[in-house]
Each structure stands twice: as C-alpha cells, then as structure tokens.
C-alpha cells in the first residue's frame, strides 16, 4: 500500500484526480451493477447511475473500480481525521485517525527497540478504527486468498458488491467500534463516517482494468515544473548537499519519505542493500526526508537504527518549493539527471510487492538510465 497525503497531517492518504472532458459510453454488466463500458477521463456514472464528481473522488484503474467521496468524508480528510490506503491491483481502505495515533506512532518509533513493520502496523490497528475497504479479488491470483481472508478478520460486514469475469468485488465494512478508546470527538466523528456506507457503496464506479508493468497501476505523473535544478540542503550527517553533487552522475534517485509513515521505513533496508551493493557506477541514491525539519531527532533515530549510509536531505526552502510541495503520496521516488531534471515517470510506493524491492528500483535505473543515453 502508499501512503498518501494531504499538506503535513500525518497518516492522511489522500488522491488528487485531474481530469479533461471526453464522451462515456456504458453498460449494464455480471451481477446487474452499472459498468462503464470504458473508463473515460471525465465523465463517468456510478453504479446508481449518477454522474461521478472527479475533484472528490479516488480512481483505482488497476482495480476496475473508483470512489467518490461524500462531503463528510472530503471534510474529515481534509482535517486529518481519516487515511486512505492504496492497494495498487486490488483496493482501497478508509481508517479514522484518532487525535492520539501520531503522537502513539511518534513515541513507538523514538524507542531504542523501536517496533517492526507488524508491530507498528498493531499499534495503528489497535487505536485507529478500520471503517471501509472495497477489494477486487481475482480468483486466478497467488495473494487472492491472503487479502480476502485479512478483509474477513478486519471487517464484521464483507459484502459482494458484483462478479465480473474472474473477479468478485467486495464491499467490508465496521459498525461497533467501542472496543477503542475514543474521545467524545472522535466518537462523534466516526459515527458521522459510518453514517455513509451506503452513500459510498453507491458512489462507486465500475469500468475496466487499466494495464502497465506493475499489475494494471497506472503510476502517477508529475509536473514538468518539478525539479532539482538549484537548491543547498543540509543532511541528517551535518554536511551540505547540492546540485553540484548531483552533477557528479548520470542519474540519481530520489526517495521521499517522512517519519509517520511506515511503508516508507519499511522500505529504508532495501534502499541501503540497493546503496550498498547494487547501482552502477555512474548512479547515485539519496532520500528526503519531508518532515525532517519539524522531527529532526526522530528522522535521525530512524536512519541510525536501520543503518543508512545514504545521505537524507532536510528540503531547504527552495527544495520545498520546487518539488516537495507536489509529492502527493509516501513513498515517492523521482529519477533526477545531472542537472536535475526529472527523468521519467515517478514511482509511489514499493515498486515490488513479492519483496524484491531493491531488484525492482534497479530496474527502474537502469529504464532511466537509457532515457538519459537517448536524450529522452
């Protein structure tokens, strides 16, 4: 999954969808659920068959399926109350944020014996209410049988939306949720969440799978604006880092990554086996740290106890401008030249879900690589 965000709320996972007009053609499909018969970059109908309003909704098209969000939703996002996660290929979640999860996370993470990936992602479960997730299983898949059983132990309602081909939809969802120790707010919050299940499971619109290299993910793009071109960062070690270093090769990656989220940190040894022991010559590797300003003692930590050697950057104000204020999602890498243009498409998230993460991020060098021999 990514962890998607919105401006420095931790744990909110948020999508930006832009879109230009196009005509849509549809029909009815499997189970009697509306279906577009194609997906269209504007106009598309749910499966109530009303228009889908695209600047509040989520468009999974390696799933087949997207979301529109109710205003409910859109404003307790917006405040950080809730975290979409991103399954690329299957589907997405919906989590409510209590007021306490950061600071729970922030305390787990500065422990000398900080937590695993499993035991953080305990610490969420256990504080922060699993509220929806809609999933695409496809009955010809390794993981299928894994994700749908992880949706039964999470969720008490799991619904079958349709059946399109060899994929059953399905819709999970809670409704107790007094086994966690809400505030009066957050409890207040959360019951105007599960007030609309079934406005969303409504909203939902159906078209067919996108395809790419990665399972159907289209991955996102990125401005041509961005860049690299001028800035002077300092880093975690205390040095100084600018365009300059980055005129020394060929090609160098990006990571962005920040202190709240866990797949970013998850990711970190893989990086550093990548670092270490597998970029060619004329290849460098750094990461940015987003919130390294505000945590710098536990951007360190984190470094320090998974043994990075790579240098992290802390964006100076011109770093922030040009390319942090339009990442939209953690992880994300970006492929930079010597002059620090951005090479190629970014990649959110892990690029490998079978934990062949460092394998796959030198593929993708190495696709950037010959972009920058041929002038691309």
Same mark, same amino acid.
């Given at each position: 999954?990514?962890?998607?965000?919105?401006?420095?709320?931790?744990?909110?996972?948020?999508?930006?969808?832009?879109?230009?007009?196009?005509?849509?053609?549809?029909?009815?499909?499997?189970?009697?659920?509306?279906?577009?018969?194609?997906?269209?970059?504007?106009?598309?109908?749910?499966?109530?068959?009303?228009?889908?309003?695209?600047?509040?909704?989520?468009?999974?098209?390696?799933?087949?399926?997207?979301?529109?969000?109710?205003?409910?939703?859109?404003?307790?996002?917006?405040? /950080? #109350?809730?975290? *979409? @996660?991103?399954?690329?290929?299957?589907? +997405?979640?919906?989590?409510? %944020?209590? !007021?306490?999860? $950061?600071?729970?996370?922030?305390?787990?993470?500065?422990?000398?014996?900080?937590?695993?990936?499993?035991?953080?992602?305990?610490?969420?479960?256990?504080?922060?209410?699993?509220?929806?997730?809609?999933?695409?299983?496809?009955?010809?898949?390794?993981?299928?049988?894994?994700?749908?059983?992880?949706?039964?132990?999470?969720?008490?309602?799991?619904?079958?939306?349709?059946?399109?081909?060899n994929d059953t939809y399905y819709f999970a969802y809670n409704d107790?949720f007094s086994s966690f120790a809400l505030n009066e707010t957050d409890?207040?919050?959360?019951?105007?969440?599960?007030?609309?299940?079934?406005?969303?499971?409504?909203?939902?619109?159906?078209?067919?799978? /996108? #395809?790419?290299? *990665? @399972?159907?993910?289209?991955?996102?793009? +990125?401005?041509?604006?961005? %860049?690299? !071109?001028?800035? $002077?960062?300092?880093?975690?070690?205390?040095?100084?880092?600018?365009?300059?270093?980055?005129?020394?090769?060929?090609?160098?990656?990006?990571?962005?990554?920040?202190?709240?989220?866990?797949?970013?940190?998850?990711?970190?040894?893989?990086?550093?086996?990548?670092?270490?022991?597998?970029?060619?010559?004329?290849?460098?590797?750094?990461?940015?740290?987003?919130?390294?300003?505000?945590?710098?003692?536990?951007?360190?930590?984190?470094?320090?106890?998974?043994?990075c050697t790579f240098k992290t950057l802390v964006p100076d104000e011109?770093?922030?401008?040009?390319?942090?204020?339009?990442?939209?999602?953690?992880?994300?890498?970006?492929?930079?030249?010597?002059? /620090?243009?951005?090479?190629?498409?970014?990649?959110?998230?892990?690029?490998?879900?079978?934990?062949?993460?460092?394998?796959?991020?030198?593929?993708?060098?190495?696709?950037?690589?010959?972009?920058?021999?041929?002038?691309?």
């Amino acid at each position: 999954m990514n962890n998607l965000k919105k401006k420095r709320s931790p744990l909110i996972l948020l999508i930006t969808i832009c879109m230009t007009l196009s005509l849509l053609t549809a029909c009815g499909q499997g189970s009697g659920i509306f279906v577009n018969k194609e997906f269209s970059e504007t106009d598309m109908l749910t499966i109530n068959k009303t228009a889908v309003d695209f600047e509040n909704s989520m468009m999974l098209k390696s799933a087949g399926f997207g979301l529109q969000l109710t205003p409910e939703i859109s404003e307790l996002n917006k405040a /950080g #109350k809730t975290s *979409f @996660g991103v399954m690329p290929g299957y589907g +997405i979640t919906l989590r409510f %944020n209590p !007021n306490n999860l $950061s600071e729970l996370i922030r305390e787990a993470q500065l422990k000398d014996d900080a937590p695993t990936p499993e035991e953080m992602q305990k610490i969420v479960s256990e504080n922060a209410p699993a509220l929806y997730s809609i999933m695409r299983i496809p009955s010809k898949d390794d993981m299928a049988a894994e994700i749908l059983q992880e949706v039964k132990d999470t969720y008490s309602h799991v619904d079958i939306i349709t059946v399109r081909g060899n994929d059953t939809y399905y819709f999970a969802y809670n409704d107790d949720f007094s086994s966690f120790a809400l505030n009066e707010t957050d409890k207040a919050d959360v019951d105007l969440l599960a007030a609309q299940f079934d406005a969303l499971k409504n909203s939902i619109c159906m078209f067919p799978l /996108g #395809k790419d290299d *990665f @399972g159907g993910y289209e991955p996102p793009t +990125i401005s041509s604006d961005i %860049n690299m !071109n001028d800035f $002077s960062a300092a880093t975690l070690d205390g040095s100084i880092f600018t365009n300059d270093d980055l005129a020394k090769y060929d090609l160098t990656m990006v990571n962005i990554w920040t202190t709240w989220c866990t797949y970013c940190i998850e990711e970190m040894p893989d990086l550093q086996k990548l670092y270490s022991d597998m970029l060619p010559d004329n290849v460098n590797l750094i990461t940015i740290c987003g919130d390294a300003k505000e945590e710098p003692e536990l951007s360190r930590k984190i470094m320090e106890r998974i043994e990075c050697t790579f240098k992290t950057l802390v964006p100076d104000e011109k770093l922030q401008k040009s390319l942090l204020n339009e990442v939209q999602a953690f992880p994300t890498t970006i492929f930079v030249d010597s002059e /620090g243009n951005i090479v190629g498409d970014p990649q959110m998230g892990a690029p490998s879900a079978d934990g062949k993460v460092a394998d796959a991020y030198l593929k993708l060098i190495n696709e950037r690589l010959r972009m920058v021999v041929n002038g691309q």
